[in-house]
């Protein structure tokens, strides 16, 4: 995982894109993912297969360091398409790209677009992922 | 039905997918923190979480959407983690002891060339029965198996 410098949601608007986050996801991570989500289909079973909700959530994880969500924050929505199936070791990229900000009294509505590429550059997984933020002081 | 054209076996309007029960435990909740990497506070600390609107710690709102991922999966295979599409709202948050019952219903079959596009309508209730997650579920199989 990328070490990665933190931006303040209050300061970025639509079409910002954050920089790409590279990830791999090891038979160690699946496993406990699997045990978290009590997940035991045989199509995750010594396959070499990634469930396509872990690349998800690691995408996601890429996501939050890249950006700095308040205490009070809520994830109110998300779309995910899952294109084509990840294996234990391929080497993933994670594209995220701000695709609405809205101001509503004192919160402020964040829309992120998502696109998980392969080492291929192939997306293997899109998503839009939506949170509503409190304002920050300073904020309208 | 959306048309008369032939259908994938055992599949139609209105069936229920197979229902999935999950309780969640604080050890699940830790465990995905750890997978995600996500160790956002509210998922993790009791005490902050305690001090927060929130009242106690929550589940990651992706760990539910992972249960209704594995509902699908059971319902339709490998097809569903090479095609399915989601698109879900959190409704109430979902926390450490809470008995969730994930269910999904086939609404629509449309035919497109030899695939069927098959929409699910899905929820998560909690043993209240209010809604933790609703949303729907789509993927796109051939005529001859939907799994």
Known sequence: ?140 | MANNQEQPAGLREGIELPELKKTITQQNINLYAEASQDFNPVHIDEDFARKTPLGGTVAHGMLILAYVSQMMTKAFGQKWITGGKLNVRFKDPARPGDSLTLTGKVSKLENNDDQVIVRCSIKGINEKGNPVITGDAILTTSREAPG
Do not use: C
């Not at chain 1, 699946?30 to 396509?52: C, H, M, N, R, W």
């Not at chain 1, 929505?77 to 294109?83: M, N």
């Not at chain 1, 695709?99 to 192939?122: A, C, E, F, P, Y």
């Open chain 1, 1 to 140: 995982m990328n070490d990665q410098t933190e931006i303040d949601y209050s300061q970025i608007e639509a079409g910002y894109e954050f920089p790409p986050g590279n990830y791999k996801l090891d038979a160690s991570t699946v496993s406990i993912f699997l045990k978290a989500v009590e997940d035991t289909s045989p199509l995750y079973q010594d396959t070499g297969l990634v469930p396509p909700m872990a690349v998800a959530a690691s995408a996601m994880a890429t996501l939050s360091r890249t950006i700095s969500l308040p205490p009070g924050s809520i994830h109110i929505s998300q779309e995910l398409e899952f294109i084509d199936m990840v294996s234990l070791d391929d080497s993933l990229t994670s594209y995220a790209r701000i695709s609405r900000t809205q101001r509503r009294g004192k919160l402020h509505l964040l829309t992120v677009d998502i696109d998980v590429r392969n080492q291929h550059r192939k997306t293997v997984l899109t998503g839009k992922t939506s949170f509503i933020l409190p304002l920050q002081d300073g904020g309208e």
